[in-house]
């Protein structure tokens, strides 16, 4: 109950706020704790409407107001490091862009769509929170042009690091295009797509020892992950000076190599070459957003699972 009643000296009875809830919501204090614990354990909210035997509107309505208030008490006002990152939120076209507190490994906004609008509605929200633009020294987001063009016009005196697990994705998108080339010709490459995608740490012996086998007998196969593996070495550069070095000497063995999918990797490297070696001064990456998108997803195919399930009742 969210009051109590007494009875006055005319014999009417009123209701009174008490200490353990909050005035108008209908339920103690306690009780919206354990709903929204149950939603943070990434509980779907009808099934906690189910658990709670109450309406799932009042849950959203409990949500919606400890929400509300935490974003108006929110204070980012230390941010200098900033993720930004897209996903998608249902089917189509429909994306959301957050913005992380890399330090703080938190979400400070959330917008809708995926361009360089994301970038200026990130940059409005932090002023509105009395932080300037310039404050922001260094984001990490991926290859986006648009997210390029977003950085340089909203917080023109940060710099870019280029996540590298997107850079290691597009890596490993080369390598796949070429298994994909020499499975057309070679039977024995069938079911292999991830004994070239996985680390080798990661692999199964019995993978391992495939592996081996396999990069000896297709040269340009073998030619491919040898430079995959080399790549990799970039992150762990101590300084820019040595990691320019060894870039330069990945793309000129990439262009001896003659493999046309690395051919295309190694251009975008060199297109955003400051952005990739950035990363040995910066050390910032898009990983904490990963773990967050992840959820995101986990929860759109939720409410996807349950929306089809009430959909079958009917």
């Known amino acids: 109950m969210c009051g109590a009643g007494i009875t006055t000296t005319d014999g009417k009875v ?3 706020d008490v200490p353990w809830a909050r005035p108008g919501s209908g339920f103690t204090l306690l009780y919206e704790a354990l709903a929204l614990r149950l939603i943070e354990r990434e509980m779907p909210v009808n099934r906690v409407a189910e658990i709670l035997k109450v309406n799932p509107q009042r849950i959203w309505t409990i949500f919606n107001h400890w929400i509300s208030k935490a974003k ?3 204070d980012p006002s230390t941010i200098t490091k900033l993720g930004v990152d897209e996903t998608s939120t249902k089917k189509g076209h429909h994306y959301v862009t957050l913005g992380v507190d890399l330090d703080e490994a938190r979400v400070i906004h959330v ?6 609008a994301t970038l200026q509605s990130i940059q409005q929200h932090l002023e509105d929170k009395g932080v300037d633009k310039e ?3 260094q984001i990490s987001m991926d290859l986006s042009p648009s997210f390029i063009a977003g950085a340089a016009e909203s917080f023109p005196s940060a710099q870019i690091t280029f996540d590298r697990f997107h850079v290691v ?4 998108e080369a390598m796949n295009q070429v298994r994909i080339a020499e499975r057309k010709e070679h039977d024995a490459l069938k079911g292999h797509k991830y004994t070239f995608l996985k680390n080798r740490e990661n692999l199964s012996d019995k993978k391992e020892k495939e592996l081996d086998e396999l990069i000896q007998l297709y040269p340009t196969l073998g030619e491919a992950y040898r430079l995959k593996v080399l790549f990799n070495d970039l992150w762990e550069m101590p300084d820019k000076p040595t990691a320019e070095a060894f870039l330069r000497q990945w793309c000129d063995e990439v262009d001896a190599a003659k493999i046309p999918a690395f051919i295309k990797f190694a251009n975008t490297v060199r297109g955003h070459w400051s952005g990739i070696v950035h990363f040995v001064e910066s050390l910032i990456s898009n ?3 990963e773990g967050i998108n992840s959820k ?4 759109k195919r939720r409410a996807r699972a349950v929306a089809t399930s009430t959909i079958s009742l009917i």
């Open 14 to 16: 009123r209701t009174v």
């Open 72 to 74: 108006a008490a929110d």
């Open 111 to 116: 917008t809708e769509g995926k361009g360089k």
């Open 135 to 137: 404050q922001v020294e």
């Open 169 to 172: 994705k597009l890596l490993n």
């Open 287 to 289: 990983g904490i957003l």
């Open 296 to 299: 995101i997803q986990l929860a």
